[in-house]
């Protein structure tokens, strides 16, 4: 009985987002159908809107998929963006409009940002901190980087043509879709990927297979802070100015994407192309409650019950797993 019970909630669990996304579009397109006689997913602008609201926290939870895969959590990544942000600002503003500014300004940032990631890996991979409690200290760490970055001001203004590209049209969407495929390949179809799931299923287990488990965290929590500062890049393309708290409110939809999209907090289990999934459930709520005139403050409230809904979901299915 409970082999049956688990093998159906295995399934659900795989295909309930798919279902859910299916069903909001639906909803959104009859309503559009109904209220303003035009389409809501048939429409070129509404399509852009929401791979756009989607693009930035997807970035984010790229990284931060592989992180909870391996049963880890990072808090930092939202300030690592925000530092990010100011700080390619603040390098390509000498050079005016400079292509070969924007050309050093990029990798830098990266650079910069890649900091943050290799403090979480030395305290969680070699120091044994935990990973909530690491990644928190270092959440304050760049938050205040990334305002002093920044200077008098929250925000630092730019103004370089080859950086307004990175932000204009498809461009940040078709970005992360690059990324994403290529991560996506990363974690089902290389050994990095399978030592990834190894550690998140059972350390101990990975240790005795010979993989490197320190060495493997640490490169995880180096991911998760360069696709951060890819975010806060493409968040300055978009916006030609950088916010020291750009990521801020993107921190907690990039964990829910991972999470609605299947992964478990218990490690083990999770995909980039469900992350996608559970990116763009957040981006069609919160564009579509907007689009049909509700309060944008329900968008909260949707997303917390889908949030809860997931977490429910796996902690049944882990509990039928252990009763076996």
């Given amino acids: 009985m409970n082999d049956k019970r688990l093998d159906r909630l295995a399934l659900v669990s795989k295909v309930w987002p798919w279902l859910f996304l299916g069903a909001l579009l639906v909803f959104f397109e009859v309503w559009a159908r109904i209220a303003t006689h035009r389409s809501f997913i048939f429409n070129a602008y509404n399509l852009q809107s929401i791979g756009l609201a989607a693009s930035a926290p997807l970035l984010l939870a790229i990284g931060q998929t592989f992180v909870i895969v391996t049963a880890g ?28 500014v924007l ?29 909530f409690i690491g990644t928190l200290g270092m959440y304050g760490v760049a938050r205040g980087a990334g305002f002093l970055a920044a200077g008098s001001g929250m925000t630092v203004s730019v103004d370089n043509a080859g950086l307004a590209w990175l932000g204009q049209g498809w461009t940040p969407v078709v970005l992360t879709a690059v990324l994403l495929v290529f991560m996506h390949f990363v974690l089902s179809q290389t050994k990095f990927g399978q030592y990834t799931y190894a550690i998140g299923g059972n350390p101990q287990s990975a240790v005795r297979a010979g993989i490197n488990v320190r060495r493997h965290l640490f490169a995880i929590y180096l991911i998760a802070a360069a696709f951060a500062a890819v975010g806060g890049i493409v968040y300055t393309a978009r916006f030609a100015a950088g916010a020291a708290n750009a990521g801020e409110p993107m921190l907690l939809d990039s964990i829910a994407a991972v999470v609605i999209g299947g992964a478990s907090l218990f490690g083990g289990t999770g995909t980039v192309i469900g992350t996608l999934i559970g990116a763009l459930i957040i981006a069609v709520i919160e564009f579509g409650l907007v689009f049909i005139d509700v309060n944008a403050f329900w968008q909260f409230i949707v997303v917390g019950i889908v949030i809860i809904v997931s977490v429910l979901i796996d902690q049944y299915k882990e509990r039928l797993g252990g009763a076996q």
Avoid: E, Y
Wanted: aromatic letters at 6%; charged letters at 5%; proline letters at 9%.
């Fill in 73 to 100: 959590i990072d808090l930092s990544v939202g300030f690592v963006m925000g530092l990010a942000a100011v700080c390619v600002a603040q390098f390509t503003i000498p050079g005016g409009g400079s292509p070969w």
């Fill in 103 to 131: 050309l050093l300004s990029i990798p830098l940032t990266i650079l910069v940002c890649l900091i943050p990631g290799l403090v979480n890996g030395v305290l969680i991979a070699r120091l044994g901190v935990p990973a």
